[in-house]
């Protein structure tokens, strides 16, 4: 056997080991699909061609003015929280009280928005009805995060209210190494097309993801805010300019 014969085949090998997320990514690239900014990834089906708004309206039933079914990824999500996470919450929480209900469980300094998993992580509480995170508060026909609906009110950033996983949504990441060893990112969205990449990730797509006023931005630009904070200013400013002539072009 040639020792090119034998390259090919260890390449071939390699190719078929290679984790579901390098595959998807080379897949994005045969279709024109992918943008590369930095050591960034960007899935363009699921960031540019892809249009969002997060509507609190369409994600939940309503009898009258009483919330009976919640559809949203604060219900159908159990949200993984770090030690970054909790801390965040727990200092805030005189903050955060006065937005709750009166009547709400968390009214009590003792009570713990938080709870341990069966593998020992910790995960936001939901309550029992109607089956949404406890921070999930409900007016005037709409639902409302009360981390984000505190801060914006108090005049602070949400990102330092609420946790990762929240602050992302339906932004989704995931690190892997390419064929040349360098650890790379993925960013995509938290959808049917990607549920193989995630274990917690939804095969029935959300409301928000299929139905948007027909002037609704591309996702990478509705989560403008999200992006520059985890990427930094600069790199949200080329992948804009990256993503503007694909935009153009559709």
Known sequence: MSKETQSELLAWQDELNWSTTEKYVAMLAEQNLLLRVENVDIDVKQLVHRRFTCDGHCCVQWNQKRAVIDRSCCSRYSIPVTSRDRRAIRERMDKIRPFLPTDHALQDPDASPFECDDEYGWDLVHNDQPNACQFSIYRDNKRLCALHYAALELGESPFEYKPIACSMGPLAIDDYSNSDGQRRILLTAYCADTADLFD???????????????????????????????????????????????????
């Not at 990478?220 to 520059?228: D, K, S, V």
């Not at 400013?237 to 002539?245: G, M």
């Open 200 to 250: 917690s990730a939804e095969e029935e797509p959300f409301s928000c993801l299929i139905e948007h006023p027909a002037d609704a931005p591309p996702l990478y630009q509705a989560e403008r805010g999200t992006l520059e904070l985890a990427f930094g200013e600069g790199w949200y400013k080329k992948l804009d300019r990256a993503a503007a002539t694909l935009i153009t072009e559709e």
